[in-house]
């Protein structure tokens, strides 16, 4: 008996669109959202995340955040734990499987059986999902590295954010963290401000070195903003003042630096 829903029969589709998982050009993914009609330019002000730890966490407590403000706010992540659905949350609930379905078939009609990742064609789906419902914020996290996510298609956000940078996927990305985290800083654009968690001395250099040649403000740890755990509580500091808030729910001093991250951006 086939209990697959219609959204699963297009994701299994989606996998045989090429022979790759991963393929790093943007090429693919623009000829689609032009034929899309350029959903990504429709969006509402995005915020754009990447890094090697902590963007997921650093994406959730930035939509709290945002939701305890009365905003309405629209996330993408990946990879999800047991549907496909939990990548896509529109104007703050989980994408329906009805619309899942349909913004899946529309991607899959529109390429035409062009060559095309299952990310790069999934992603395409999730920005035309978001950019057809009203919503105050979208945030996008990037799947893999940076510069030629899929996700790296929007000219002008309103903020980016890198969290930390460490050794990862290195046969995609670099075997040194410069040069991983100059793939992460493929997201930082021109003029737009950019919020930095802790790095290596190796990676921040990298950072602002990118920074500075597009000229993003940068709002980084340890220079413009500070965060620590001071007896059972969470302390945030930059030049505007001082919070004293609760701890995160979930443990770690990682999670303390995501949520420094999180409240840099919020501010």
């Not at 220079?223 to 059972?232: A, K, L």
Request: glycine share 8%; charged share 20%; proline share 5%.
């Amino acid at each position: 008996m086939n209990t697959k829903n219609g959204s699963d029969v297009i994701l299994d589709r989606m996998m045989s669109l090429h022979p790759k998982v991963i393929d790093f050009t943007l090429d693919r993914v623009w000829a689609l959202l032009k034929a899309l009609d350029n959903p990504e330019r429709k969006l509402p002000p995005v915020i754009h995340i990447a890094g090697t730890n902590g963007k997921g966490s650093t994406q959730a407590m930035i939509r709290a955040g945002l939701e305890a403000a009365g905003k309405s706010v629209h996330a993408y992540t990946s990879p999800h734990l047991a549907r496909f659905h939990e990548r896509i949350r529109l104007a703050g609930d989980l994408i329906t499987e009805a619309h899942l379905t349909e913004v899946l078939d529309e991607c899959y009609r529109t390429n035409g059986g062009a060559n095309i990742t299952y990310f790069e064609i999934t992603t395409c789906a999730a920005l035309l999902a978001f950019a057809r419902t009203p919503a105050d914020f979208t945030l996008l996290e990037v799947g893999l590295g940076g510069r030629l996510d899929a996700t790296n298609v929007i000219d002008k956000p309103a903020l980016t954010i890198i969290t930390p940078v460490s050794m990862d996927h290195e046969g995609f990305l670099g075997n040194t963290v410069a040069k991983i985290a100059g793939e992460k800083a493929g997201i930082i654009k021109r003029g737009v401000p950019c919020v930095v968690g802790p790095q290596t001395d190796e990676a921040m250099e990298v950072i602002e070195a990118q920074a500075a040649r597009l000229g993003a403000p940068l709002l980084a740890y340890g220079q413009h903003w500070h965060v620590f755990e001071e007896r059972g509580r969470l302390v945030y500091q930059d030049e505007t003042g001082l919070l004293d808030l609760n701890l995160p729910n979930l443990p770690g001093q990682h999670q303390v630096q995501n949520a420094g991250a999180a409240l840099a951006a919020l501010r």
